[in-house]
């Protein structure tokens, strides 16, 4: 498959790099002016309300991560394709840090807010579930040295976590929860203020161009790892 | 100024919610970018060391050329 030559992912990888980190830069910039300074405070929650910005697009794109890990893996078992493993594995360390960055920033958040660091609430819990599931995945990867072991052991990792990932996004409509029933609707109207919604996007869009430079970074790392072991072989 | 630093007493939570995001970020990317180098460095030895047939064999994947270029960019 063309779409899979590893020379040309690389080459591109090191073309746009710098490009990319540039733009993702430029829309922090942007997006930080916008969450700290022009969005405005909430009627209720006042102030505090900006955690948001940073809060719900890690969590966004931890779950966006870990179910193109689970999908990718199903992949992995029925075609057997050692590239779909490198992208799996690249995606980990991104998704594993947007996770620690929601459950922590959601912590800071709970304190003004619900008047606690920490409740054993549904949503949380299942974020934490999700937060040990990419550490399984990422420590599966130093422990074990077999490569097909590990390949088969890390794939049903993620796909054991996926289901994990349906109760985070209901959690808060099947259970009575701290946390308030999602605002941002794709198949139906916003309940959320436009003011609120463009900061929220742009710092989404940050975080996402973020998670794809960790990426391309750790993709070509990967492949640079097997190309050392391909010149002990000559 | 202080206002905005004090944002209505959320300031210290607002802030130190920016600055983890923040310093989880720039920490990732560091040792993200770290093992790349470190990974680039390797095989650029490595190369170094083969002799003529095993240079002749492993310049046959285009990758090997572009990995070792990019090792040698990174260090200018």
Request: proline share 2%.
């Amino acid at each position: 498959m063309n779409f899979f030559n590893q020379s040309k992912i690389f080459s591109f990888i090191n073309k746009y790099h710098n490009l990319i980190l540039v733009f993702f830069l430029v829309v922090l910039s942007l997006g930080l002016i916008e969450a700290l300074i022009i969005s405005p405070e909430d009627y209720l929650q006042g102030d505090s309300v900006r955690i948001m910005y940073v809060h719900v697009p890690s969590a966004w794109i931890s779950l966006g991560i870990f179910s193109s890990m689970a999908f990718l893996s199903i992949l992995v078992f029925t075609f057997k394709n050692k590239n779909l493993v490198i992208i799996t594995k690249s995606l980990a360390p991104s998704g594993f840090v947007f996770t620690l960055i929601a459950l922590v920033t959601g912590s800071i958040w709970g304190k003004p807010t619900w008047g606690t660091w920490w409740a054993w609430d549904a949503r949380i819990t299942t974020m934490l579930i999700l937060c040990l599931f990419y550490l399984m995945y990422l420590l599966a990867w130093r422990i074990f040295e077999n490569k097909d072991s590990v390949v088969k052991i890390t794939s049903l990792i993620t796909i054991i976590g996926a289901f994990n990932i349906p109760i985070i996004k209901f959690s808060v409509d099947w259970w009575s929860t701290l946390h308030q029933p999602s605002s941002i609707k794709i198949l139906s109207d916003s309940k959320i203020h436009e003011s609120m919604l463009v900061p929220l996007v742009i710092m989404t869009a940050a975080f996402a161009l973020f998670s794809l430079l960790i990426f391309l970074m750790k993709y070509n790392t990967e492949l640079i790892k097997i190309k050392n072991k391909g010149l002990d072989r000559l | 100024m202080i206002n905005f630093l004090s944002m209505n007493g959320y300031g210290v939570f607002v802030f130190s919610a920016f600055v983890f995001t923040m310093i989880n970020f720039l920490g990732l990317y560091l040792i993200v970018r770290y093992q790349l180098k470190k990974e680039q460095q390797k095989f650029a030895e490595k190369f170094g060391k083969l002799n003529l047939d095993k240079v002749s064999i492993a310049n046959k994947q285009k990758i090997n050329k572009e990995i070792l270029s990019a090792s040698i960019f990174s260090k200018i």
